[in-house]
């Protein structure tokens, strides 16, 4: 059974930056997808950003250009590196991997506010 563990999220200025942070428990060999999703009040959960295990990504629009994701396939973890943060990207983020199944993290809020 696989366990997702998120951290790195926090209250931060329009214009800051947060990094988020998501670890994979338990065995993983082969080709996943991490990514992470967002979900505001009121709003359904969006795809932000994905990362395949051979390194391919693909990211929402409205966070092209600003955010990054990366991996570490040696820790099976994956980050979120958010640049220029606007209020618009408050939400809760939640981690995601599909490998043999679909799991999700508990989910990390991140608040964009002055």
């Known amino acids: 059974q696989v366990q997702l563990v998120e951290s790195g999220g926090g209250l931060v200025q329009p214009g800051g930056s947060l990094r988020l942070s998501c670890t994979a428990s338990?065995?993983?060999?082969?080709?996943?997808?991490m990514g992470w999703y967002r979900q505001a009040p009121a709003k359904q959960r969006e795809l932000v950003a994905r990362?395949?295990?051979?390194?391919?990504?693909n990211y929402a629009p409205s966070v092209t250009g600003r955010f990054t994701i990366s991996r570490d396939n040696a820790k099976n973890t994956v980050y979120l590196q958010m640049n220029s943060l606007k209020p618009d990207d408050t939400a809760v983020y939640y981690c995601?991997?599909?490998?043999?199944?679909?799991?999700w993290g508990q989910g990390t809020q991140v608040t964009v506010s002055s």
């Open positions: 990362i395949t295990s051979d390194g391919r990504t």
């Open positions: 995601n991997l599909d490998y043999r199944g679909t799991y």
């Open positions: 338990g065995r993983i060999s082969g080709f996943y997808v």
